[in-house]
């Protein structure tokens, strides 16, 4: 059974978390896929600051801050595959989501002990705006550029769905979700995340 992880880095449970619950739906639905889902939401994490203590220690962990990031190491390095989705904050991600990002420079330590351990992993990305064209396309390349850092493989949604899946909901405070074609995006994500996660899991070439 493979595992994906999906992380929601919206301050709120609304948009983001619905696109991203769908997808992880989908990806269970297609059978040997154990899916969670994590919200940086209300968690305390402190920004990295960059004093590579956590090399010097030979870490795959920060070893300066204990607190809510801690947790979210293991879970990331158990899954297969990893699902990110980001409301659009200033033509970006989340300042949450910017903070967990920057949280991994000890990961570093595990692609030089095992420099294909990130390769077998797949990573997608979600962003929703608050209009059609609200910015969605860098707040995806945010994300992808993360997958790229670490060396991971990533997973676009398909013909039309180059980045991840790209959704919008009015910013005008109203909540609604009715961004179908979006949501149909979202889902044919977790879709293909279910194949590509179980082939790279399961594909003996490394």
């Known amino acids: 059974m493979v595992k994906i992880l999906g992380i929601c880095g919206s301050p709120r449970r609304k948009s983001s978390y619905t696109a991203l619950s769908a997808a992880l739906k989908e990806a269970e639905a297609q059978g040997d896929v154990q899916t969670e889902l994590v919200e940086l939401r209300a968690r305390k994490m402190q920004p990295c600051v960059h004093c590579n203590k956590c090399l010097r220690d030979e870490s ?105 899946a790209a959704l919008w909901s009015p910013g005008d405070g109203s909540q609604t979700m009715d961004d179908e074609i979006g949501m149909e995006n979202a889902r044919n994500l977790g879709k293909k995340m279910a194949v590509m996660t179980k082939i790279m899991k399961y594909t003996d070439v490394i």
């Open 60 to 164: 795959d962990r920060c070893t300066v801050f204990t607190d809510d990031m801690t947790e979210l190491y293991d879970k990331f390095y158990e899954a297969d595959g990893i699902i990110i989705a980001s409301p659009v904050y200033e033509m970006s991600v989340t300042a949450q989501l910017s903070t967990f990002f920057s949280r991994f420079r000890s990961a570093w330590m595990i692609s030089v002990k095992d420099p294909y351990f990130f390769t077998k992993k797949v990573g997608a990305a979600i962003a929703v705006g608050g209009t059609r064209n609200g910015g969605q396309e860098f707040a995806l390349q945010t994300i992808v550029n993360f997958y790229n850092t670490q060396g991971m493989t990533i997973c676009n949604g398909g013909s039309g769905i180059y980045s991840g």
